[in-house]
């Protein structure tokens, strides 16, 4: 089977979730599934073999992260490979001035693939354009988060079975959120895909991401006050954190963050097979007592993050099955 991505033999980097095509995805999700099904028959697909060295990934992390780091790494160590980084730019040469371009640059001699988290919009684009092994934007900025998305597209197909034809909620924080910018831009590439957009008036969605739905044949979007008014109608409520580390003034913050706040009553009008997810972490958005009732995913869908992830190394190293390539 030839690699999917591969493309001219082209280095391929993921910095926008638009960079996998729907086939690339459907690709990965299934190779994802298998994972989960046979983990013995890939762990030791990065361990190296017959001389060559094990594959080491370099998580480059300018700005926190609990699961996409530790994901990332538990994800290369189950495939037998190696891990390096840093998970602060306070402990990166980056104190001292070094720029992404240089950094990466260097990165690419200690590592096979580089996972690459910062709070500038457009990092991961010069770090591609600089490394010189496979790139994946782990989150920049308000921007993009390609394997955050991945593993909301697997939560929802392995949950629901299908990503077409579904109708999406999306509430909280949709101007900064980037997960939600880089799902809504996964999505509107499957058919009859409808997303009620729930925000307050100050945290609606840019208008790049109504655009992308707008110019979508064949799915379109609501935009509501209020996720009581819409709970019935949904397949899929995704719930986000107001971002406070994007806001300019606290006093917005504070005025802001407790805007929409899941609890049990509130799901009691929604359809049996509804699924609440969120990319965690979460603050206040969701009460923990939503954690046990039976339309909860969001601990489910962290952990299938893992599964993704060994999926994209795997496939970006060319390797499948005891190293054999794919
Ligand atoms: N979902 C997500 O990106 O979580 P972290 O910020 O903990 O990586």
Do not use: W
Request: proline share 5%; with cysteine.
């Amino acid at each position: 089977m030839t690699n999917p991505m591969k493309r001219g033999g082209a280095l391929r980097h993921i910095v926008d979730s638009k960079d996998l095509s729907v086939a690339e995805t459907e690709a990965l999700l299934r190779l994802a599934d298998d994972i989960i099904a046979r983990p013995g028959d890939y762990a030791g697909a990065c361990a190296g073999s017959g001389g060559e060295a094990r594959k080491k990934l370099a998580t480059l992390f300018y700005e926190p992260s609990t699961r996409t780091r530790l994901s990332f790494e538990a994800a290369m160590l189950d495939l037998g490979g190696g891990v390096l980084g840093f998970s602060s730019a306070d402990s990166s040469s980056a104190v001292k001035g070094e720029s992404v371009a240089d950094t990466v640059r260097v990165v690419s001699g200690y590592a096979d693939v580089i996972a690459m988290r910062h709070p500038k919009e457009g990092a991961p684009v010069v770090a591609a354009k600089h490394a010189l092994v496979p790139v994946i934007n782990a989150g920049d900025g308000g921007h993009n988060h390609p394997t955050q998305t991945l593993t909301d597209l697997m939560t929802i197909r392995r949950e629901l079975g299908t990503l077409e034809g579904l109708t999406v909620g999306l509430c909280g924080d949709l101007k900064f959120g980037r997960t939600v910018h880089s799902l809504v831009s996964a999505m509107v590439r499957y058919p009859g895909v409808r997303f009620v957009l729930i925000s307050p008036r100050e945290l609606r969605a840019p208008d790049y991401v109504l655009n992308m739905i707008r110019e979508s044949p064949g799915c379109d979007y609501v935009e509501c006050l209020n996720m009581d008014e819409a709970m019935a109608r949904l397949d899929v409520l995704y719930m986000t954190r107001v971002q406070k580390e994007r806001f300019f003034n606290e006093a917005d913050y504070v005025r802001l963050k407790d805007s929409f706040i899941l609890d049990t009553p509130k799901l009691r009008g929604a359809k049996p097979e509804m699924i609440v997810m969120h990319p965690l972490p979460r603050v206040n958005e969701i009460s923990a007592r939503v954690d046990e009732n039976p339309h909860a995913r969001y601990f489910q869908q962290a952990a299938y993050g893992k599964f993704v992830r060994m999926a994209l190394i795997l496939t970006l190293l060319n390797l499948g099955k005891g190293g054999a390539v794919l």
